[in-house]
Each structure stands twice: as C-alpha cells, then as structure tokens.
C-alpha cells in the first residue's frame, strides 16, 4: 500500500520546501493556489516511483495494451482522486490538519479539468480509473486542449459561456515528454513515385504544413495496486526548425500559416455533445492527436518488435465513437507508406487492431466530411479511404447482388461525404454499442445493413462508473457507513453492495441511512445559499435533473410539469403537496439556441416561483450554475430523485443515472438507455417509470399517428401551461420571449415534427410517475427503503465490470503487476 510507505513528516516538509522554493513564501503567506500547487507536487513525488515501477513492469512483461483514443476525457479534479487511489487521503489529511491547512479547501484551488462535454467523456475518464484499478495496461490518447469545456455564467437567466483557462497557474501533475514529440502534415498534394527496387509506388506527400505534436502525460493511479497508467495529451507546436526554413526561402506566408495553425489546433475543446460540428479545424484536431498517437505507438511498439504484422498481439485501440475513427486510415498509412507492407497486409493488421464504440442514435451525432474539405486537408488518408470503400462496396456487390439500395446506404464514400461510422464499422474487429437497449436499437434500425452483413462485430458493453469517484470521494459519510456495515470489498468490487440488502429491514440501519442523506442535502443547500443565493429546505424532497441541456434529455418536459403544480398549488392552496426542490443544472452548447431558451426558461420560472410568497416555499427552482465534474459530487450525494426523462430510444446510456442510483436516489424515468437495466437490477417497485416505450416512439416516427395538437386542445392544464409561454406570465409580459419552445411542441417546422421528443404526449404519464413520487416519499421509512435498495443492487453499474467485458470479450489485455 502507498499509506504505508506514507512517510508523515517527509511529507509534510516537502510541502514547506515547495512553497519556499516555488514561491519564496511561508506557508502562512501562500495563497490557496499556492499551496495546492506545493500539496500536488509533494503527492506527485511518491506517485512518480510507482509511475516508473509500472513502466518498468511494461517494459519487462510486454503485455499487450489498450489505447484508448478518446477526443475527450472528462477528467474531473485529480488531487482528491489520487490521493484516494493512493490509500493515502486520510494520512495526507491528517498531516496537511498538522500544518493548519484543510485539506477539502485546497482541493477546491484545483482547476476542474474539463476536456469533455458529458457523458462520453467522463466515460472515458471512468474506465481509465478501472483499468488503472484492474492491473490492465493502457493508455489514455487525447487533446490537451488550452480552453476546456466552457464555464458557464447565468445572466439575467441566460447562459454566457466564459471560457476556461485551466492550465494557467499550470498543471501540477502533468508532465512534458519532448522526446516523443512527432510532427503531423496537413494538405500539400501526392506525388505517386514508382520504385523500382521495390517494384511499389511510393505516396509522398509534399507541399504540406505541419505542426509539432507535443505529449504531455497525467498519471492514471489505480486504486490501491501501485499500478499507474499514463493518460497522454497532445499539445501543438510550430515547427522551428521549418519555420526558420521558410523564412530564408522568404516564405514568410507559409511560416506564419504554420505557426497559427499550431495555436489554432488545440486551442478549445468544440462543446457539443450529441451533435456534430463539422467544422475544418474538428477534422485538423483529430487528425493531429490520432496520428501523433499511432506514430508513437509504433515506435514503442517496434521497440522489442521487428514484425509490424503482429501488431494486433501487443496492441488494441478502441475508438471512442467516431471521433478517432481516422486512426482506420493513418494506421493503413503508416504501415503501407513508412513500414513497406502491401495493401492486404496493412488492411489485416489494421482490422484486426481497431474497434469501435458507438454512443448515440442521433443522427446529427453522426460525423460525415464533406469530400472536397477531406481531400483537401488530408490528401493521402482520403486515398486510403476510397480504396477501402472501393473494396468494401465490392464485397457489398458481391454478397447482395442487384442490391445497389444497399450499396448506397452502406458505402463510405457517398453523395460527396465521407461517413465515418460506416468507415469504423467496416474496419473495426468489434462494434458495440452502451447499453443493451441501444445496442438492440443499433443492430436492428440505425446499422442494421451492417448488423445482416456482419453479426459477429456487434456486441454490447453497458456503461458503468467509478465508486472511487462518485461514493468514495463525492460522498464520504456514505461510503464510511457501508464500509462500517459491508466492509471495505465493494471499493474494488462493486457487486459486494448487495450485502447491503439485509439492513433493508433493520431500523437503526435505515436511520442512520437517512440521516447521511439529510446531512449530505444539507452540505448542497449550504452550496446552492452560496452561489445562488437561494435558501432550500432541506426536509424537501431534492428532485435532480443534472446533465446536459438536449432537447431528447427534456428538461423542457421537466419545468413544464414544475408550471403545473404551481398552477395546482395556486388553484388550490389547501392542497396537499409535500415540499420539492427542483434542481437543474444543464450547459447548453453556445449554438444551440432552443437549449439555451430551455435554459432563460428554467430561471424565469424560478423567479416566478421562488418569489411567490403565497405558495409558501412549497416549490423551489433552483439552477446551479456550471454544473461540472466537481459540484456533481456533491449533488449526486444530495438528490432524492433522480430525474431520467429523455424520450425513450434516444438515450444511449446514460451515466448520470448510474450516479444517482450509487448515492441512493431512485430513478424517475424512461425505459430508456441504461435505465432499463437499472430497473432490472434494483426492482420496479424501487424505480418510478413513465412514458412511451422506444417501441413505441420508434413507431410513430416510422409510421406517424402522433399529433400533438389533439393533446392540447383536449387536457386543458396541458394547454393552460403551453399557452403560459406565450402570454407573459413568465416573461414579465413578453409574448414572444418562449415563442419558440411553444412552436416546437404544437407546430411543424418544414421537415421538423411538432413535439418531436413526445412532450406533450408523455405529460400526463409523468405527471402520474411525480404523483407517485410524492406518495412513497410521504413514507419516510418506505422511502429510505428504497434508496438503500438501489445503492445495494447498483454493483452492475461500476466501470470496473464494463471494463472487465471489453477485456474479456474485445481487448483480450494482459495484467499487470506492480510491487510495491
Ligand atoms: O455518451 C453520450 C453522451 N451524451 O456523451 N453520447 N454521445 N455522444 C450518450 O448520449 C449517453 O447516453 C452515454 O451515456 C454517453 C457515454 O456512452
């Protein structure tokens, strides 16, 4: 164990040593970004033996290794994370309270770095901590992007997007590796060279630009093993040596051209999750980390191999979605152009070394390049693909002859686009999809031409999460009482919850269960006084919403129900209605306009509501601003409720479920995504489900037969609260302020449905699932009940059990072992 070798007094001087040779200072006079800085420093020291212990172990046992490619990784704060995997945050606590230093105040100096939207990134960021966890070797490859996810201000109401400088104070646990810095091309043309030594043609590419591709590594610590892997981010620098070149040709144009795109590559982090940009520079960033990443790998690959068409025994490289999907073409082109093997051979290697994950249905998910834009930036890989598309629609004609429909619906290249799923399906050796409905949803609607023709590729691997994370550190009090009652086993081995079971009818057990969570509310109230300056009642239920701000997460449906009970309440004071806090926190991405109204309309109803006297406090809105890896910690450990409303087959996943699920909050939601196995697991009297089923909605968008305006000139609440968005009650008078959202659920726009995600058509239903909510809740035993039930049934749900699948059914990695 790290504690044991936690030397107490070392570690407490090194701190003191950091602070006077970093910044001149005493510990008194450091500011709190000081000494966090000199606390991470003194940490990284020990993490820095084992870093190179396991290297030495890879060196030694050359196991065979993931790289996980990933254009993000949602990473999260690192100190407390490390320390925790350490087995070390007690003793460093304990040490730092020596020197009149807490501990919690200097992890909260810690930028939150945030190289992801949402999901798919913090997924990544997961299953580095299992692998880590698990002994297995892999790295993490990805963008060290200069601006990270946005910060998010609430202005009047309205998002304003603020953007975020993590790295300038500097990154403490980073480290810059110049030696495996590796130049990417961009553009210029190809010249075809026959070589009649060879007897090959050689593809050579000229007039190009390049960047200077420079990795900077972050330890990835599992939990307890001394095992640590290396998440390698890539920075972009301009080639000095070609710029100075350039200048004494007087290509003073070309030079600068370089230089700026050098800045420009990694400059932010594009912030839209389930929608695709198809901006120019996405494409430059991709290429940049996918082909530095694959240069390095082969050089360390070829380090102890002679034989490159072995590749596949040592290495695997998953995709994380589409993003890294040119990893298909730049490894065809590294080994075809710069290791000399022919196309068959090449195209072996490559199938047999890359698989795919897909995490979204959407269809303006999906990445297509524009051909022109594609050749243009990236000559040689656009060859490589058409020569893979050729082949593939070959094997296509020759297995469904006549059938050219197919043909087109399969093909990569296609009506002047380059389709990157069909490109990661036809070479990838697996594909699997998030969850087992998604998974089902892919085989049989999205990609069933590719499922009928090759079945063996598809596979599923529901999502899961880290206990380090989201128990261990989000929520202590919890994660010390199941430890005081189970025992410490479910910190590497989640499914050990289920012991838990047993204190579903035990009293005292129960208690002291509630009052952690009340404990916990109270730490998010104190939270939501502070930056929003909104007083909760902690005694009132904590209904959560928390995730990305969609229109298929319907967060439009969640504060439209919110206007209904507070019309309930307002027609009928004497009602009864238990207390509810609702809770949003959503960013929205900066183009994505009816997001962002969402939003302005969320905050105008808390204004509306928090104001009104009348309804003395009985509802509360509140939207706590930059949700973020951080504060989701502390929400999760608060939530009563956990909202999962998205339309039904249009959530993949989902991940914050599993979240909420972990920290004791049942599941109002949709059979959708990974909510169906939740319910599975933890039992539907122990869940709160509504709406239509995939099925269903499936159904009306293939054959139509839903119309939404026979719902609302027929439910009159449902059209009293439409109609409220458009004649001011939550406007200040404004008419036109919501005009929009009303459109989008009563009228159709061109090609655009009314009420394309089933608002209206699910309100009822979910009005009934809240209703329901309220009658358990009443019962303060019934409902702590439940939520022990769900965090001990949520042992599925730990990333450790997704990773174990991928290793066991894709990635087939060796273990390794680290001495301490
Ligand atoms: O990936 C998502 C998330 N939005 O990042 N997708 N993408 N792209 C899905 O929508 C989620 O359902 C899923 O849980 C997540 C990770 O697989």
Redesign the pocket.
Known sequence: MYSKRFEKEAFKEEVKNNIKNLYRKTIEEATGRQIFQAVSLAVKETIIDYWLATQAEMEKEDPKTVYYMSMEFLMGRALGNNLINMTAYKEVKEALDEMGIDLNAVEDEEPDPALG???????AACFLDSLATLGYPAYGCGIRYRYGMFKQKIENGYQVEVPDNWLKDGNPFEIRRDEYAKEVRFGGDVRIEYDPVTKRNNFIQENYSSVLAVPYDMPIIGYGNHVVNTLRIWDAEAITDFHLDAFNRGDYRHAVEQENLAKMIVDVLYPC??HYAGKELRLKQQYFFISASLQALLVRYKKKHDDVRKLHEKVTIQMN?THPTLAVAELMHLLIDQEGLEWDEAWDVTTKTVAY?N??I?AE?LEKWPVDLFSRLLPRIYQIIQEIDRRFIEQVRFRYPGDEGRVARMAIIRDGQVKMAHLAIVAGYSVNG??RL?TEILKHEELKDFYDMMPEKFNNKT?GITQRRFLMHGNPLLADWVTKRIGDGWITDLSQMSRLKKYVDDPKALAEFREIKYQNKLRLAEYIKKYNGIEVDPRSIFDVQV??L?EYKRQFLNILHVMYLYNQIKDHPEMYFYPRTFIFGAKAAAGYVRAKETIKLINSVADVINNDKSINGKIKVVFIEDYRVSNAEIIFAAADVSEQI?TAS??????GNMKFMLNGAPTLGTMD??NVEIVEEVGIENAFIFGLSSDEVINFENNGGYNPADIYFNDWDIKRVVDQLIDGTYSNGDREMYRDLYDSLVNTHGQERADRYFILKDFRSYADAQKRVEEAYKDREGWAKKALMNVACCGKFSSDRTIQEYVDDIWHLDHIKVDA
């Open positions: 939207n949402g999901g798919l990134g913090r997924l999750d389930d979605d994950t995490h979204t959407m998910a998030v969850a998604h999502n995730k990305r969609h998205s249009k959530e993949a996943s989902g991940t995504g990974a």
